[in-house]
């Protein structure tokens, strides 16, 4: 049962760092809640796994303080900070069964019989473990195994926290849907902290209560799942977030209006006279639609059809964007309009959201 | 020009690895194979390349009977999931190695190996070696590699599993065009249905070592022949419903009787649907609808995915946008009849669907 208290937490790679390309993971402050999951979400080279090391104690960071529920457990060794972890690739115990993996981390702690048991017991329902529990592990599917290796993780329920790092790798995507719901619903019945490391915008989505997302060392956005699609604070949020990631449109904003190439888009909201730095307006293709009604010229480059949703790649002056095709339309020529929904449309200077006055 | 796999056969006694398997790929083509782990991805590759020797059945490449010659004596590129560099050679010596061993002249090799390096990004990498680079960037490197020999037939064996997201989500917007420049045969292995649907081309679905369908892959997508290939091509999981066709109605398992689908015999059927066709609220008329309760809902941005629990199977709901069901709560689930895929016994599909209006926007 913690609170985690990452204290001006960050970590370099020299003994002087100068500039922020020294550090690996620039100094920051947050506070993770029991009971709550959270992801940490971003490319490799992010400095994701460099704060999951620091939790864990593999890594001792070179800046700030490390808290668990007030305690300064910065300098303790992984053993002595009551942590589960789940890595990438199944670590079992080939010569166990599964139940015998199960109830390892509960031995380990002096459990009594009794409580293994019923503790087993209840881990193994909620993973789907139950009909195999006598069974060897040593003869399971991969995903199997790895579904033990989440068991021996959330088996305990006196952790601080539980460490995933990026467990769902490895998994086929039909699996990963069934693993990822069980997750879910683990999270909802144990009153667990738990960290997620993970590149998979999904995964990181589906999972967590607050997503972190990271970049260059950097935590640039702490959101729900729904802020950093409705709302990014960072152009970058915005690219790494959604599939494909918000349009993008160098402009000109005043009052409540942007023009991108001579074109007017109307926005919803009015902004102070934006003068300095780069200026881009962002919108995300979910709510760019080609139609058949008003709406801005743009030429359309090319259809992809992805069997579910179908994407049109098209050029609004000299920029391009991606723009959704509703499912009933036909297209056959280049020249088209696209229907943008003003609410939808943020501005970014120099990266950063501007909120409207 | 083309390779042909005409009745391939592999396998130990009593464990088929792939069963009568017969293909046709195009010269400056691009075939992906999807399927899941152990469905005969990568054994089917192997054949291709000269790699394995098939027990049965023959491999034709540009008209010419190629079957049981050597790797070494074909022309062929393969990409594993696994980058594959040498780690004493600079990035450049990466890319140039394939052409050292094919005696090329240098002037030769050295504008091969620019050209390859400019298309994958890597002219400022070219003097460091594997363990300085990113995952991405040794990947790249392995690409660049099978890209400069400028094979006749080029292999991807799940080629971006290990990357990230983001730079896959690159990477697979930017291989297809860098291929077709070549004229190769390029074909691609992915567990992924939607990274088929992005490269687009031609897919090609395979269950337990069989070939299961194979088309263009947006159209293959929406109208596939059997049950095992709609399953294999479908992300969320294909919603499912044993069902009993009699006297214009559906007997459901546990009793409950649904209104008949127009066209469909009497008998039993498995019916099958896609999670973006099955919506969350009270059903319209004409519709197919059932109750059932959230088991959980996923939030992924622009999508929520909402697991439900009908009693007779659990289903997956795609729906526009966020919407967060919390566990338990009891819900009405619909799908248009038309969207609805009907499979035999055996998984064959059944012929219903109408298709739906259009109005034309370009």
């Not at chain 1, 999951?37 to 090391?53: D, M």
């Not at chain 2, 687009?200 to 293959?220: I, K």
């Not at chain 2, 909402?306 to 919407?323: E, F, I, S």
Request: aromatic share 6%; glycine share 10%.
């Amino acid at each position: 049962m913690a609170r985690i208290t990452l204290d001006g937490i960050g970590h370099a790679y020299g003994p002087r760092p100068g500039g922020p390309a020294d550090y690996a993971l620039q100094p920051l402050d947050l506070v993770w809640e029991q009971g709550l999951a959270y992801a940490l979400l971003g490319p490799s080279g992010c400095g994701k796994t460099t704060l999951l090391n620091i939790i864990s104690g593999l890594v001792q960071p070179s800046h700030g303080r490390l808290l668990f529920d007030g305690t300064d457990v910065t300098h303790l060794p992984t053993e002595r900070r009551n942590i589960a972890q789940v890595f990438q690739f199944p670590v079992i115990y080939d010569t166990m069964t599964v139940a015998g993996n199960l109830a390892f981390p509960l031995r380990n702690r002096g459990m009594d019989r009794a409580g293994i048991v019923q503790q087993v017991a209840r881990t193994a329902a909620m993973l789907g473990l139950t009909e195999v529990l006598d069974r060897p592990a040593r003869n399971l599917s991969a995903d199997a195994k790895q579904k033990i290796s989440l068991g021996r993780g959330l088996v305990r329920q006196d952790v601080a926290a539980v460490l995933f790092d990026e467990p769902l790798t490895v998994i086929d995507p039909g699996l990963k849907w069934e693993l990822r719901s069980k997750l879910k619903a683990v999270h909802r019945a144990l009153d667990l902290l738990m960290i997620y490391v993970t590149h998979d915008q999904t995964e990181a989505l589906t999972f967590a209560d607050q997503v972190v997302v990271m970049e260059g060392g950097q935590v640039l956005q702490v959101g729900t799942p729904a802020e950093l699609f409705e709302r990014p604070d960072h152009t970058f949020v915005g690219h790494f977030i959604g599939s494909p990631g918000m349009n993008l449109l160098p402009a000109e904003v005043s009052g409540m209006e942007a023009r991108v190439d001579g074109h007017a888009l109307p926005l919803a909201g009015r902004y102070a006279p934006l003068d300095a730095g780069r200026i881009e307006v962002g919108v995300r293709p979910d709510f760019v639609a080609l139609t058949d009604g008003p709406g801005l010229p743009v030429q359309v480059d090319r259809i992809d059809d992805l069997g579910r949703v179908r994407l049109a790649r098209v050029r609004l002056g000299r920029h391009r964007m991606v723009a959704t095709v509703p499912p009933d339309a036909v297209v056959s020529g280049s020249e088209a309009r696209v229907r943008i929904d003003p609410a939808r449309i943020h501005v970014y200077a120099d990266s950063r959201r501007v909120a409207p006055l | 020009m083309s390779l042909v796999l005409d009745g391939v056969s592999l396998g130990v006694p009593g464990v088929p690895v792939l069963e009568d398997v017969s293909v046709h790929f195009e010269r400056g083509s691009l075939n992906v194979l999807l399927g899941p782990t152990l469905s005969g991805k990568t054994s089917m590759m192997r054949v291709m390349a000269g790699l394995d020797r098939p027990d049965r059945g023959r491999v034709w490449m540009d008209g010419a009977d190629v079957t049981g010659v050597p790797v070494r004596r074909r022309s062929v590129a393969m990409v594993y999931q696994q980058f594959v560099n040498y780690p004493t050679l600079s990035v450049y010596e990466n890319i140039a190695s394939p052409l050292r061993v094919a005696g090329l002249p240098r002037a030769e090799i050295e504008a091969r190996v620019r050209d390859a390096a400019r298309l994958l990004r890597l002219e400022p990498l070219l003097r460091r070696t594997p363990a300085q680079l990113s995952g991405g960037q040794q990947q790249r490197t392995a690409i660049a590699r099978a890209l400069v020999k400028r094979a006749a037939l080029v292999l991807l064996d799940e080629p971006l599993a290990n990357l990230d997201y983001k730079l896959r989500e690159e990477l697979r917007e930017e291989l297809p065009a860098l291929f077709a420049q070549t004229g190769a045969i390029l074909v691609y292995a992915t567990t992924e249905p939607m990274e088929a649907l992005l490269l687009g081309g031609r897919t090609t679905t395979l269950w337990e070592g069989r070939t299961t369908a194979s088309g263009p892959a947006a159209e293959t997508y929406r109208n596939p022949p059997n049950l095992p290939a709609t399953r294999v091509f479908s992300d969320p999981p294909l919603n499912e419903l044993p069902v009993e066709a009699r006297g214009g109605q559906l007997h459901l398992p546990d009793g409950q009787a649904l209104p008949g689908l127009p066209g469909l015999p009497d008998g039993s059927w498995r019916l099958g649907f896609r999670a973006e066709h099955l919506q969350v609220g009270r059903p319209p008329p004409g519709s197919l609808g059932l109750a059932g309760r959230v088991n959980v809902t996923e939030i992924a941005g622009s999508e929520s995915y909402v697991h439900v629990d009908v009693g007779v199977a659990t289903w997956v709901a795609l729906v526009r946008g966020v919407m967060d069901l919390p566990p338990g709560e009891a819900v009405r689930v619909h799908v248009d009849p038309r969207r609805i895929m009907a499979f035999d016994i055996a998984g064959r599909r059944a012929t219903l669907a109408q298709p739906a209006p259009s109005r034309v926007v370009a």
